[in-house]
C-alpha cells in the first residue's frame, strides 16, 4: 500500500531533550515536506526536500534541522526542544514539486508535546 | 501575515444540502489551487485542484470555482453526505520558484443527518 509513514504518532518529552521524528515513504517521491498544525493558523511549511541531499527552509524552520540522506526518508530533528514546538506534525510527500497533477500525500501525523 | 484565508472556522449543513467552502487569497503570484479533507487522527488528503487558467473544476460531488480578479475560490459539495463532515484546508502555490504550498487555516464542516 503506498503510504507515508511516521513515528511515533505521540511523544511527550521535556525542554532540550534532543528528539527525532522519523518519516518514511514507499512512493519513489521525489518530493518531501515537513508541516505543523496549531489551532487557527492551518498547516505551515516547516522544511521540504527537493530530492536526495537537497533541502531547503520552509516558512517557520526555526528549531528544527532535517536530513535527506535517501530518497524514502526525511527526518525532523529537534536539537533542543522548547514548549513553542508542542504541535501535530505532519509529513508529506509528492511525486515532484507539489502541483494539480502531483498533490501531496500526508502521512498520519506526530503530536508532539515539550514540557 | 496570511496569504491563504479560510475565515470560517466551521459550517454546518443538513444532509442533502449544498456546502459552500470559501477561501481568500492575497499573492496574485499563486497559479494553482488544492484543497485537502483531514477526518480526525489522520493525515490531510488530496481532494481537488484548479489550476489559474481555468475557472471551474468538478469532480463528482465536489466543484472548486476560481475567481482570480476576486483572489477568492470555493468548494462546493453537493448534494453534502454526513461522511463529508471533516476539516477541509485550501492550499495554494506558485509553480515557479520556492515550491511552497501555502495553507489556510481550515473550515470544519458538520453535515447533519
Known amino acids: 500500500e503506498a503510504q507515508v509513514t511516521q513515528n511515533p504518532r505521540y511523544l511527550i518529552t521535556v525542554t532540550g531533550k534532543k528528539l527525532t521524528v522519523t518519516c518514511s515513504q514507499n512512493?519513489?517521491?521525489?518530493?518531501m515536506s515537513w508541516y505543523r498544525q496549531d489551532p487557527g493558523l492551518g498547516l505551515r511549511q516547516i522544511y521540504y526536500?527537493?530530492?536526495?541531499?537537497?533541502?531547503d527552509k520552509g516558512d517557520v524552520p526555526e528549531g528544527y534541522k532535517v536530513s535527506r540522506k535517501e530518497k524514502r526518508n526525511f527526518p525532523l530533528i529537534l536539537e533542543s526542544p522548547s514548549p513553542n514546538q508542542t504541535s501535530l506534525y505532519f509529513c508529506?510527500?509528492?511525486?515532484?514539486?507539489?502541483?494539480?497533477?502531483?498533490?501531496?500525500?500526508f502521512g498520519n501525523g506526530t503530536r508532539l508535546t515539550v514540557t | 501575515d496570511q496569504q491563504v484565508k479560510q475565515n470560517s472556522p466551521s459550517l454546518s449543513v443538513q444532509e442533502g444540502r449544498i456546502s459552500i467552502l470559501n477561501c481568500d487569497y492575497t499573492n496574485s503570484m499563486f497559479d494553482y489551487f488544492l484543497w485537502y479533507k483531514k477526518y480526525p487522527a489522520e493525515g490531510p488528503t488530496f481532494l481537488i485542484s484548479?489550476?489559474?487558467?481555468?475557472d471551474k473544476n468538478e469532480d463528482g460531488r465536489f466543484t472548486v470555482f476560481l475567481n482570480k480578479s476576486a483572489k477568492h475560490l470555493s468548494l462546493h459539495i453537493v448534494p453534502s453526505q454526513p461522511g463529508d463532515s471533516a476539516v477541509y484546508f485550501c492550499a495554494a502555490s506558485v509553480s515557479t520558484g520556492g515550491f511552497k504550498t501555502i495553507f489556510g487555516a481550515g473550515t470544519r464542516l458538520f453535515v447533519k443527518a
Open positions: 526536500s527537493m530530492n536526495v541531499e537537497v533541502t
Open positions: 508529506a510527500s509528492s511525486f515532484r514539486a507539489p502541483t494539480p497533477y502531483s498533490p501531496l500525500h
Open positions: 512512493m519513489n517521491h521525489e518530493y
Open positions: 484548479i489550476s489559474s487558467i481555468k
